[in-house]
Structures are given as structure tokens and as C-alpha cells.
């Protein structure tokens, strides 16, 4: 037997999409701060359909973003084949360095054990700043 939810769990998953926080929630549709958490964390019907809301959501934002992308493109392009010399290589330096080819422009350089400890030890040093900083402001 298949639950669904209902209205006010339908209003719910609309505010909690447009960002809304749990409180402003339960009062936009009649239920308590804690009902909407429970919903969002213990109902199974409820988390489904917030899921599936929110797939349908960024599938609308990537096709939205997919044609910004080709508008971007065409708008580069443009820059490159019909703007001034100095636009013209601002534009193509840009896109040469979105590419990631400059990685490929000269051979790497195979590090040393040395220097991959030292980069690891470095790394994990930085963690744990992090970590103390965090700690420090809660």
C-alpha cells in the first residue's frame, strides 16, 4: 500500500525548496518546528518526494545553465574572431587557461619521495589548523 503525503507536507517541501528554514516552515503551514524536522529526517514518503522535487529542480536549473553555457560560448567565440587585438587575446588566454592545457605545455616533472612527504606533511598540517581554528570558534 502506497502513502502519499499530504497538503501541508506539499506546502512544506515548496518552502523548504525556496530555502526556508524549519520554523518559518511549521508556521507558514500549521505544524510545529519539530514535525517539519521529522518529516525531513524520519518520513520516508516525505524524503522521497523531496528528492524527486528537488531532481525536478536542478534538471530545470541544468537545462537553464546548459543554455546559458552555449550563450557563453558563442559570446567568446565572437570575442575572438571579431573584437579588437587586445580582446582578442585576453579572450583566447582565458579559454587556454580554462582548458587546463597549460598542465600540458611542458613535461611534468616526476616529484621526489622527499617532496611528496613534505607536501603531505604540509597538507595535514594545514587540516589541523583548520580544525583548531574551528574548534576555537565554536
Known amino acids: 500500500m502506497k502513502r502519499t503525503i499530504n497538503p501541508k507536507q506539499e506546502k512544506a517541501i515548496d518552502l523548504i525548496l525556496s530555502g526556508m528554514a ?15 524536522s521529522r518529516w525531513r529526517n524520519q ?9 524527486q522535487r ?9 537545462d537553464s545553465l546548459t543554455e546559458l553555457v552555449e550563450m557563453a560560448i558563442g559570446v ?3 570575442a575572438i574572431v571579431y573584437g579588437d587585438e587586445a580582446t582578442k587575446l585576453k579572450t583566447a588566454l582565458y579559454v587556454l587557461r580554462m582548458s587546463g592545457l597549460q598542465a600540458h605545455a611542458k613535461p611534468a616533472k616526476i616529484p621526489k619521495k622527499e617532496e611528496m612527504e ?8 594545514k587540516e589541523v589548523a583548520k580544525e583548531v581554528r574551528g574548534l576555537r570558534h565554536s
Open 22 to 36: 524549519d520554523g518559518e516552515i511549521g508556521e507558514q503551514v500549521g505544524a510545529a518546528r519539530q514535525t517539519i
Open 54 to 62: 528537488r531532481a525536478q529542480v536542478r534538471d530545470k536549473h541544468m
Open 76 to 78: 567568446v567565440r565572437k
Open 118 to 125: 613534505r607536501e603531505d606533511f604540509l597538507s595535514a598540517l
Open 43 to 51: 518520513d520516508t514518503d516525505f524524503i522521497m518526494a523531496l528528492q
